[in-house]
């Protein structure tokens, strides 16, 4: 398998601008999780789906983030209007449901507002 | 709230030495236990998982629980500098799949 996929790897945008990040999880694995990670705050849980249904939202940090998984293969997340505060990089994480030791990061998308 | 915490380093140790790393969470019932190492510019990956108190044994990985005292540890024997990284705690309690991860302690293993 070729592990969690994510994309763009790079992306260097301006302040207003839509963004959306992409991620394909391990085939078979029926739990993905998006993340954010900076110096200041470390890793933080922005939402995460259990057979594609948003659980727990909690960690979006406002309305300007939103997130699908419209198929079990394929999440977005999206930032519209884009700020240079949510400069980061964001990853992407799967797992098989109820064996939390199989959680796969994929490669991160390091995100630069200006 | 701080739910997992620990201390950012930087923890230096010489090669061949034990390093040990620590990390305290709240009380939220039964949990799991996880330790991820993170290279620079690259994904965290999971090295270990605890699941009761007391310790287990990984090649030169030992974690180590303590429930009642409310902290995960993690001793690397024989310190190689390829062990140079940051290595993250996480804790997933029952409630839910959600991983709550500490800051992480940035470990530097001096040749």
């Known amino acids: 398998d070729a592990g969690v996929i994510q994309s763009p790897r790079h992306e260097v945008t301006e302040m207003g601008q839509e963004v959306t990040l992409r991620c394909k999880p391990i085939?078979?694995?029926?739990?993905l999780f998006w993340y954010r990670q900076t110096m200041m705050r470390g890793l933080e849980l922005l939402i995460y789906?259990?057979?594609?249904?948003?659980?727990?939202d909690s960690g979006m940090p406002e309305d300007r983030f939103s997130a699908k998984m419209p198929n079990a293969s394929f999440s977005t997340l999206k930032i519209q209007p884009s700020e240079p505060r949510d400069s980061a990089v964001y990853f992407c994480?799967?797992?098989?449901?109820?064996?939390?030791?199989?959680?796969?990061f994929g490669p991160g998308t390091r995100l630069t507002v200006l | 709230q701080k739910e997992v915490e620990q201390n950012s380093g930087p923890l230096s140790v010489p090669e061949g030495a034990i390093a040990s790393l620590n990390c305290t969470y709240s009380?939220?019932?039964?949990?799991?236990f996880f330790w991820y190492r993170q290279y620079s510019g690259k994904s965290p990956e999971l090295i270990m998982s605890?699941?009761?108190?007391g310790d287990k044994e990984d090649g030169r990985f030992t974690a180590q629980l303590n429930k009642a005292s409310q902290y995960v540890s993690l001793l690397i024997r024989d310190s190689q500098p390829s062990d140079s990284a940051t290595y993250l705690c996480?804790?997933?309690?029952?409630?839910?799949?959600?991983?709550?991860f500490g800051t992480g302690t940035s470990l530097t293993v001096i040749p």
């Open positions: 994480a799967s797992t098989l449901g109820g064996k939390p030791d199989t959680q796969y």
């Open positions: 085939s078979g694995h029926n739990s």
């Open positions: 789906f259990n057979n594609n249904v948003p659980i727990d």
């Open positions: 009380d939220r019932g039964s949990q799991s």
């Open positions: 605890i699941y009761s108190n």
């Open positions: 996480a804790v997933n309690w029952n409630t839910g799949n959600q991983f709550y």
